[in-house]
């Protein structure tokens, strides 16, 4: 231990890297009943940590090392860090990716002047690819995690919170990939302050740390999700994992569904769009407090990445609000006749901030809704689902179906014989509580809805689209009650769109 803190206080990591704040959140400390601090090392040149292991390693290469080149395999921010590190020292880089990487990634590494090898769907298959170039090119390899020097360029994030709290702190929370990260921060702070508790935070489709310490061995996961690239690592390095044992003192595994509620937390608190690896300490710090009742206490997390593709943000933002516990989504089952619709929106979800709303005339007998429901202010998703139970509807709640989530919600409907004369019509109606049950109540009775979509997007207007079925010799009808309803529309019943899939 004491050639790893040698090793940490006498790192060149400052020749490249900055100094990064420590913030204090305050809306979010006053939110948690708890002091959060948010290590901000998304500021660093390349947006992410990786930039002090990777320089501080390459920056003690032997001079015949550093004429070789150097190669990594890397799932984004490593390859960043070894590719900036290495044209600030004016060598070659080859950097093997896996093909999975966001582009964001793959341009700033390029944009360094590195030469960039795609290869696999995740760190491990990249890293194969790499130790076959490896032999092939004679090039110096820096290691993402699994090396003293690039554990010790990591580490001095630990001396930064040591220097930046006074000490003065009750837990850390690390995001855990292959370990690098953790391991020096975890050696730095129990050495001098072992008080701190080091709980590092891991995807639960990605946890090889966790399972390897449960295991006590290191264990080869068979896959890894991939929503968190950064930290998607089949197995942990052998140095790592006998440092983590040693010093760490829990490892918290974390949804996607919290994943995507604790990068808007972070966005909220510094206006900063962190990766999914980024916020996996803040993940981790709100379940921690949440499951076992913290208060009272000063917490940090690191913010270890912001190298966010921008095309991921919709789902980010999708995910976030059963992430945070504010949504819950059901499937639920109506009576199929004229005026059943009307009824359940009307009477049972009387003051409920419904989310989404999804339906599809199915048979003569019975409909099938799936829909999304706002949850807080004293209402539960068992509240609701026990509500609707007592109304005498069967329901499904689906919050935690995965399936559901990624899949279903987008595919409600599909062709139905049983929709006779159909007329399709999008509307516009301002957002407000209770807008879309009045939108509802003015259809009227008098029109069968046989399709019905709306999604809460956050704006000045609601959108819904809305099949209804016409009577015959009653077209005329229809469209004195379209223009004398209110709402703006535009009929879509020649949408080839609509043709093909509705």
């Given at each position: ?18 100094e990064?704040?420590l ?81 964001i ?8 002047g ?24 004679g090039?110096?390899?820096i ?56 709980i ?52 918290i ?47 940090a ?58 339906y ?52 409600i ?76 529309y ?13």
């Amino acid at each position: 231990m004491q050639q790893m803190i040698r090793q940490i206080l006498t790192s060149k990591v400052y020749e490249a890297a900055i100094e990064t704040p420590l913030e204090l959140a305050v809306n979010l400390s006053s939110e948690l009943n708890n002091r959060i601090l948010l290590k901000r090392e998304d500021l660093q040149p390349i947006f992410s940590f990786k930039l002090r292991g990777a320089y501080n390693k390459i920056a003690h290469l032997s001079e015949s090392e550093k004429a070789s080149g150097v190669i990594t395999a890397s799932a984004g921010n490593h390859a960043q860090g070894v590719a900036f590190s290495a044209q600030k020292l004016g060598l070659k880089a080859l950097i093997v990716m896996p093909a999975t990487t966001p582009q964001i990634k793959i341009d700033a590494v390029k944009t360094f002047g590195a030469e960039v090898v795609l290869h696999g769907d995740n760190y491990s298959e990249a890293a194969e690819r790499c130790q076959e170039l490896l032999i092939e090119t004679g090039m110096t390899y820096i290691h993402p995690f699994d090396d003293q020097l690039v554990i010790a360029g990591q580490a001095t994030v630990a001396d930064e919170l040591l220097r930046q709290s006074a000490g003065k702190l009750d837990a850390v929370f690390v995001p855990v990939g292959g370990g690098g990260l953790i391991s020096g921060i975890a050696v730095y702070l129990k050495a001098l302050t072992p008080d701190i508790k080091v709980i590092g935070v891991e995807p639960l489709d990605s946890d090889a740390m966790y399972q390897s310490l449960k295991s006590g061995k290191r264990v080869t996961l068979e896959s890894v999700g991939i929503f968190a690239d950064g930290v998607a690592v089949r197995r942990v390095g052998k140095l790592t994992f006998d440092l983590c044992r040693q010093h760490v003192d829990e490892i918290i595994r974390v949804s996607t569904d919290e994943l995507c509620g604790a990068i808007k937390t972070i966005y909220q608190a510094t206006r900063s769009i962190v990766e999914p690896a980024g916020a996996l300490g803040m993940a981790g710090l709100k379940q921690y407090i949440q499951t076992r009742g913290i208060t009272g206490q000063t917490l940090a997390t690191i913010n270890s990445g912001a190298n966010m593709n921008f095309e991921r943000l919709r789902y980010v933002s999708e995910r976030t609000q059963t992430g945070e516990g504010r949504e819950s989504l059901f499937a639920v089952t109506i009576p199929e006749k004229p005026g059943a619709l009307r009824y359940f929106c009307s009477h049972v979800l009387n003051n409920i901030n419904i989310t989404e709303f999804n339906y599809r005339l199915a048979d003569r007998r019975q409909a099938q809704l799936f829909m999304g429901v706002s949850i807080g202010n004293g209402l539960t998703g068992e509240e609701f689902s026990r509500r609707l139970n007592d109304a005498g509807y069967r329901t499904i709640d689906l919050t935690d179906n995965e399936l559901a989530k990624t899949h279903l919600r987008y595919m409600i409907g599909g062709r139905s014989p049983e929709a006779a004369r159909e007329r399709l019509f999008r509307f516009w109606f301002p957002e407000r509580p209770g807008a879309l049950t009045r939108f509802l109540a003015d259809m009227g009775a008098d029109w069968n809805i046989s399709l019905f979509h709306y999604r809460s997007q956050g704006g000045d207007f609601g959108r819904v689209l809305i099949g209804i079925e016409i009577p015959d010799q009653s077209e005329n009808k229809l469209k004195f009650f379209l223009d004398n309803l209110g709402y703006h529309y535009i009929e879509e019943t020649d949408d080839p769109a609509y043709r093909l899939f509705l």
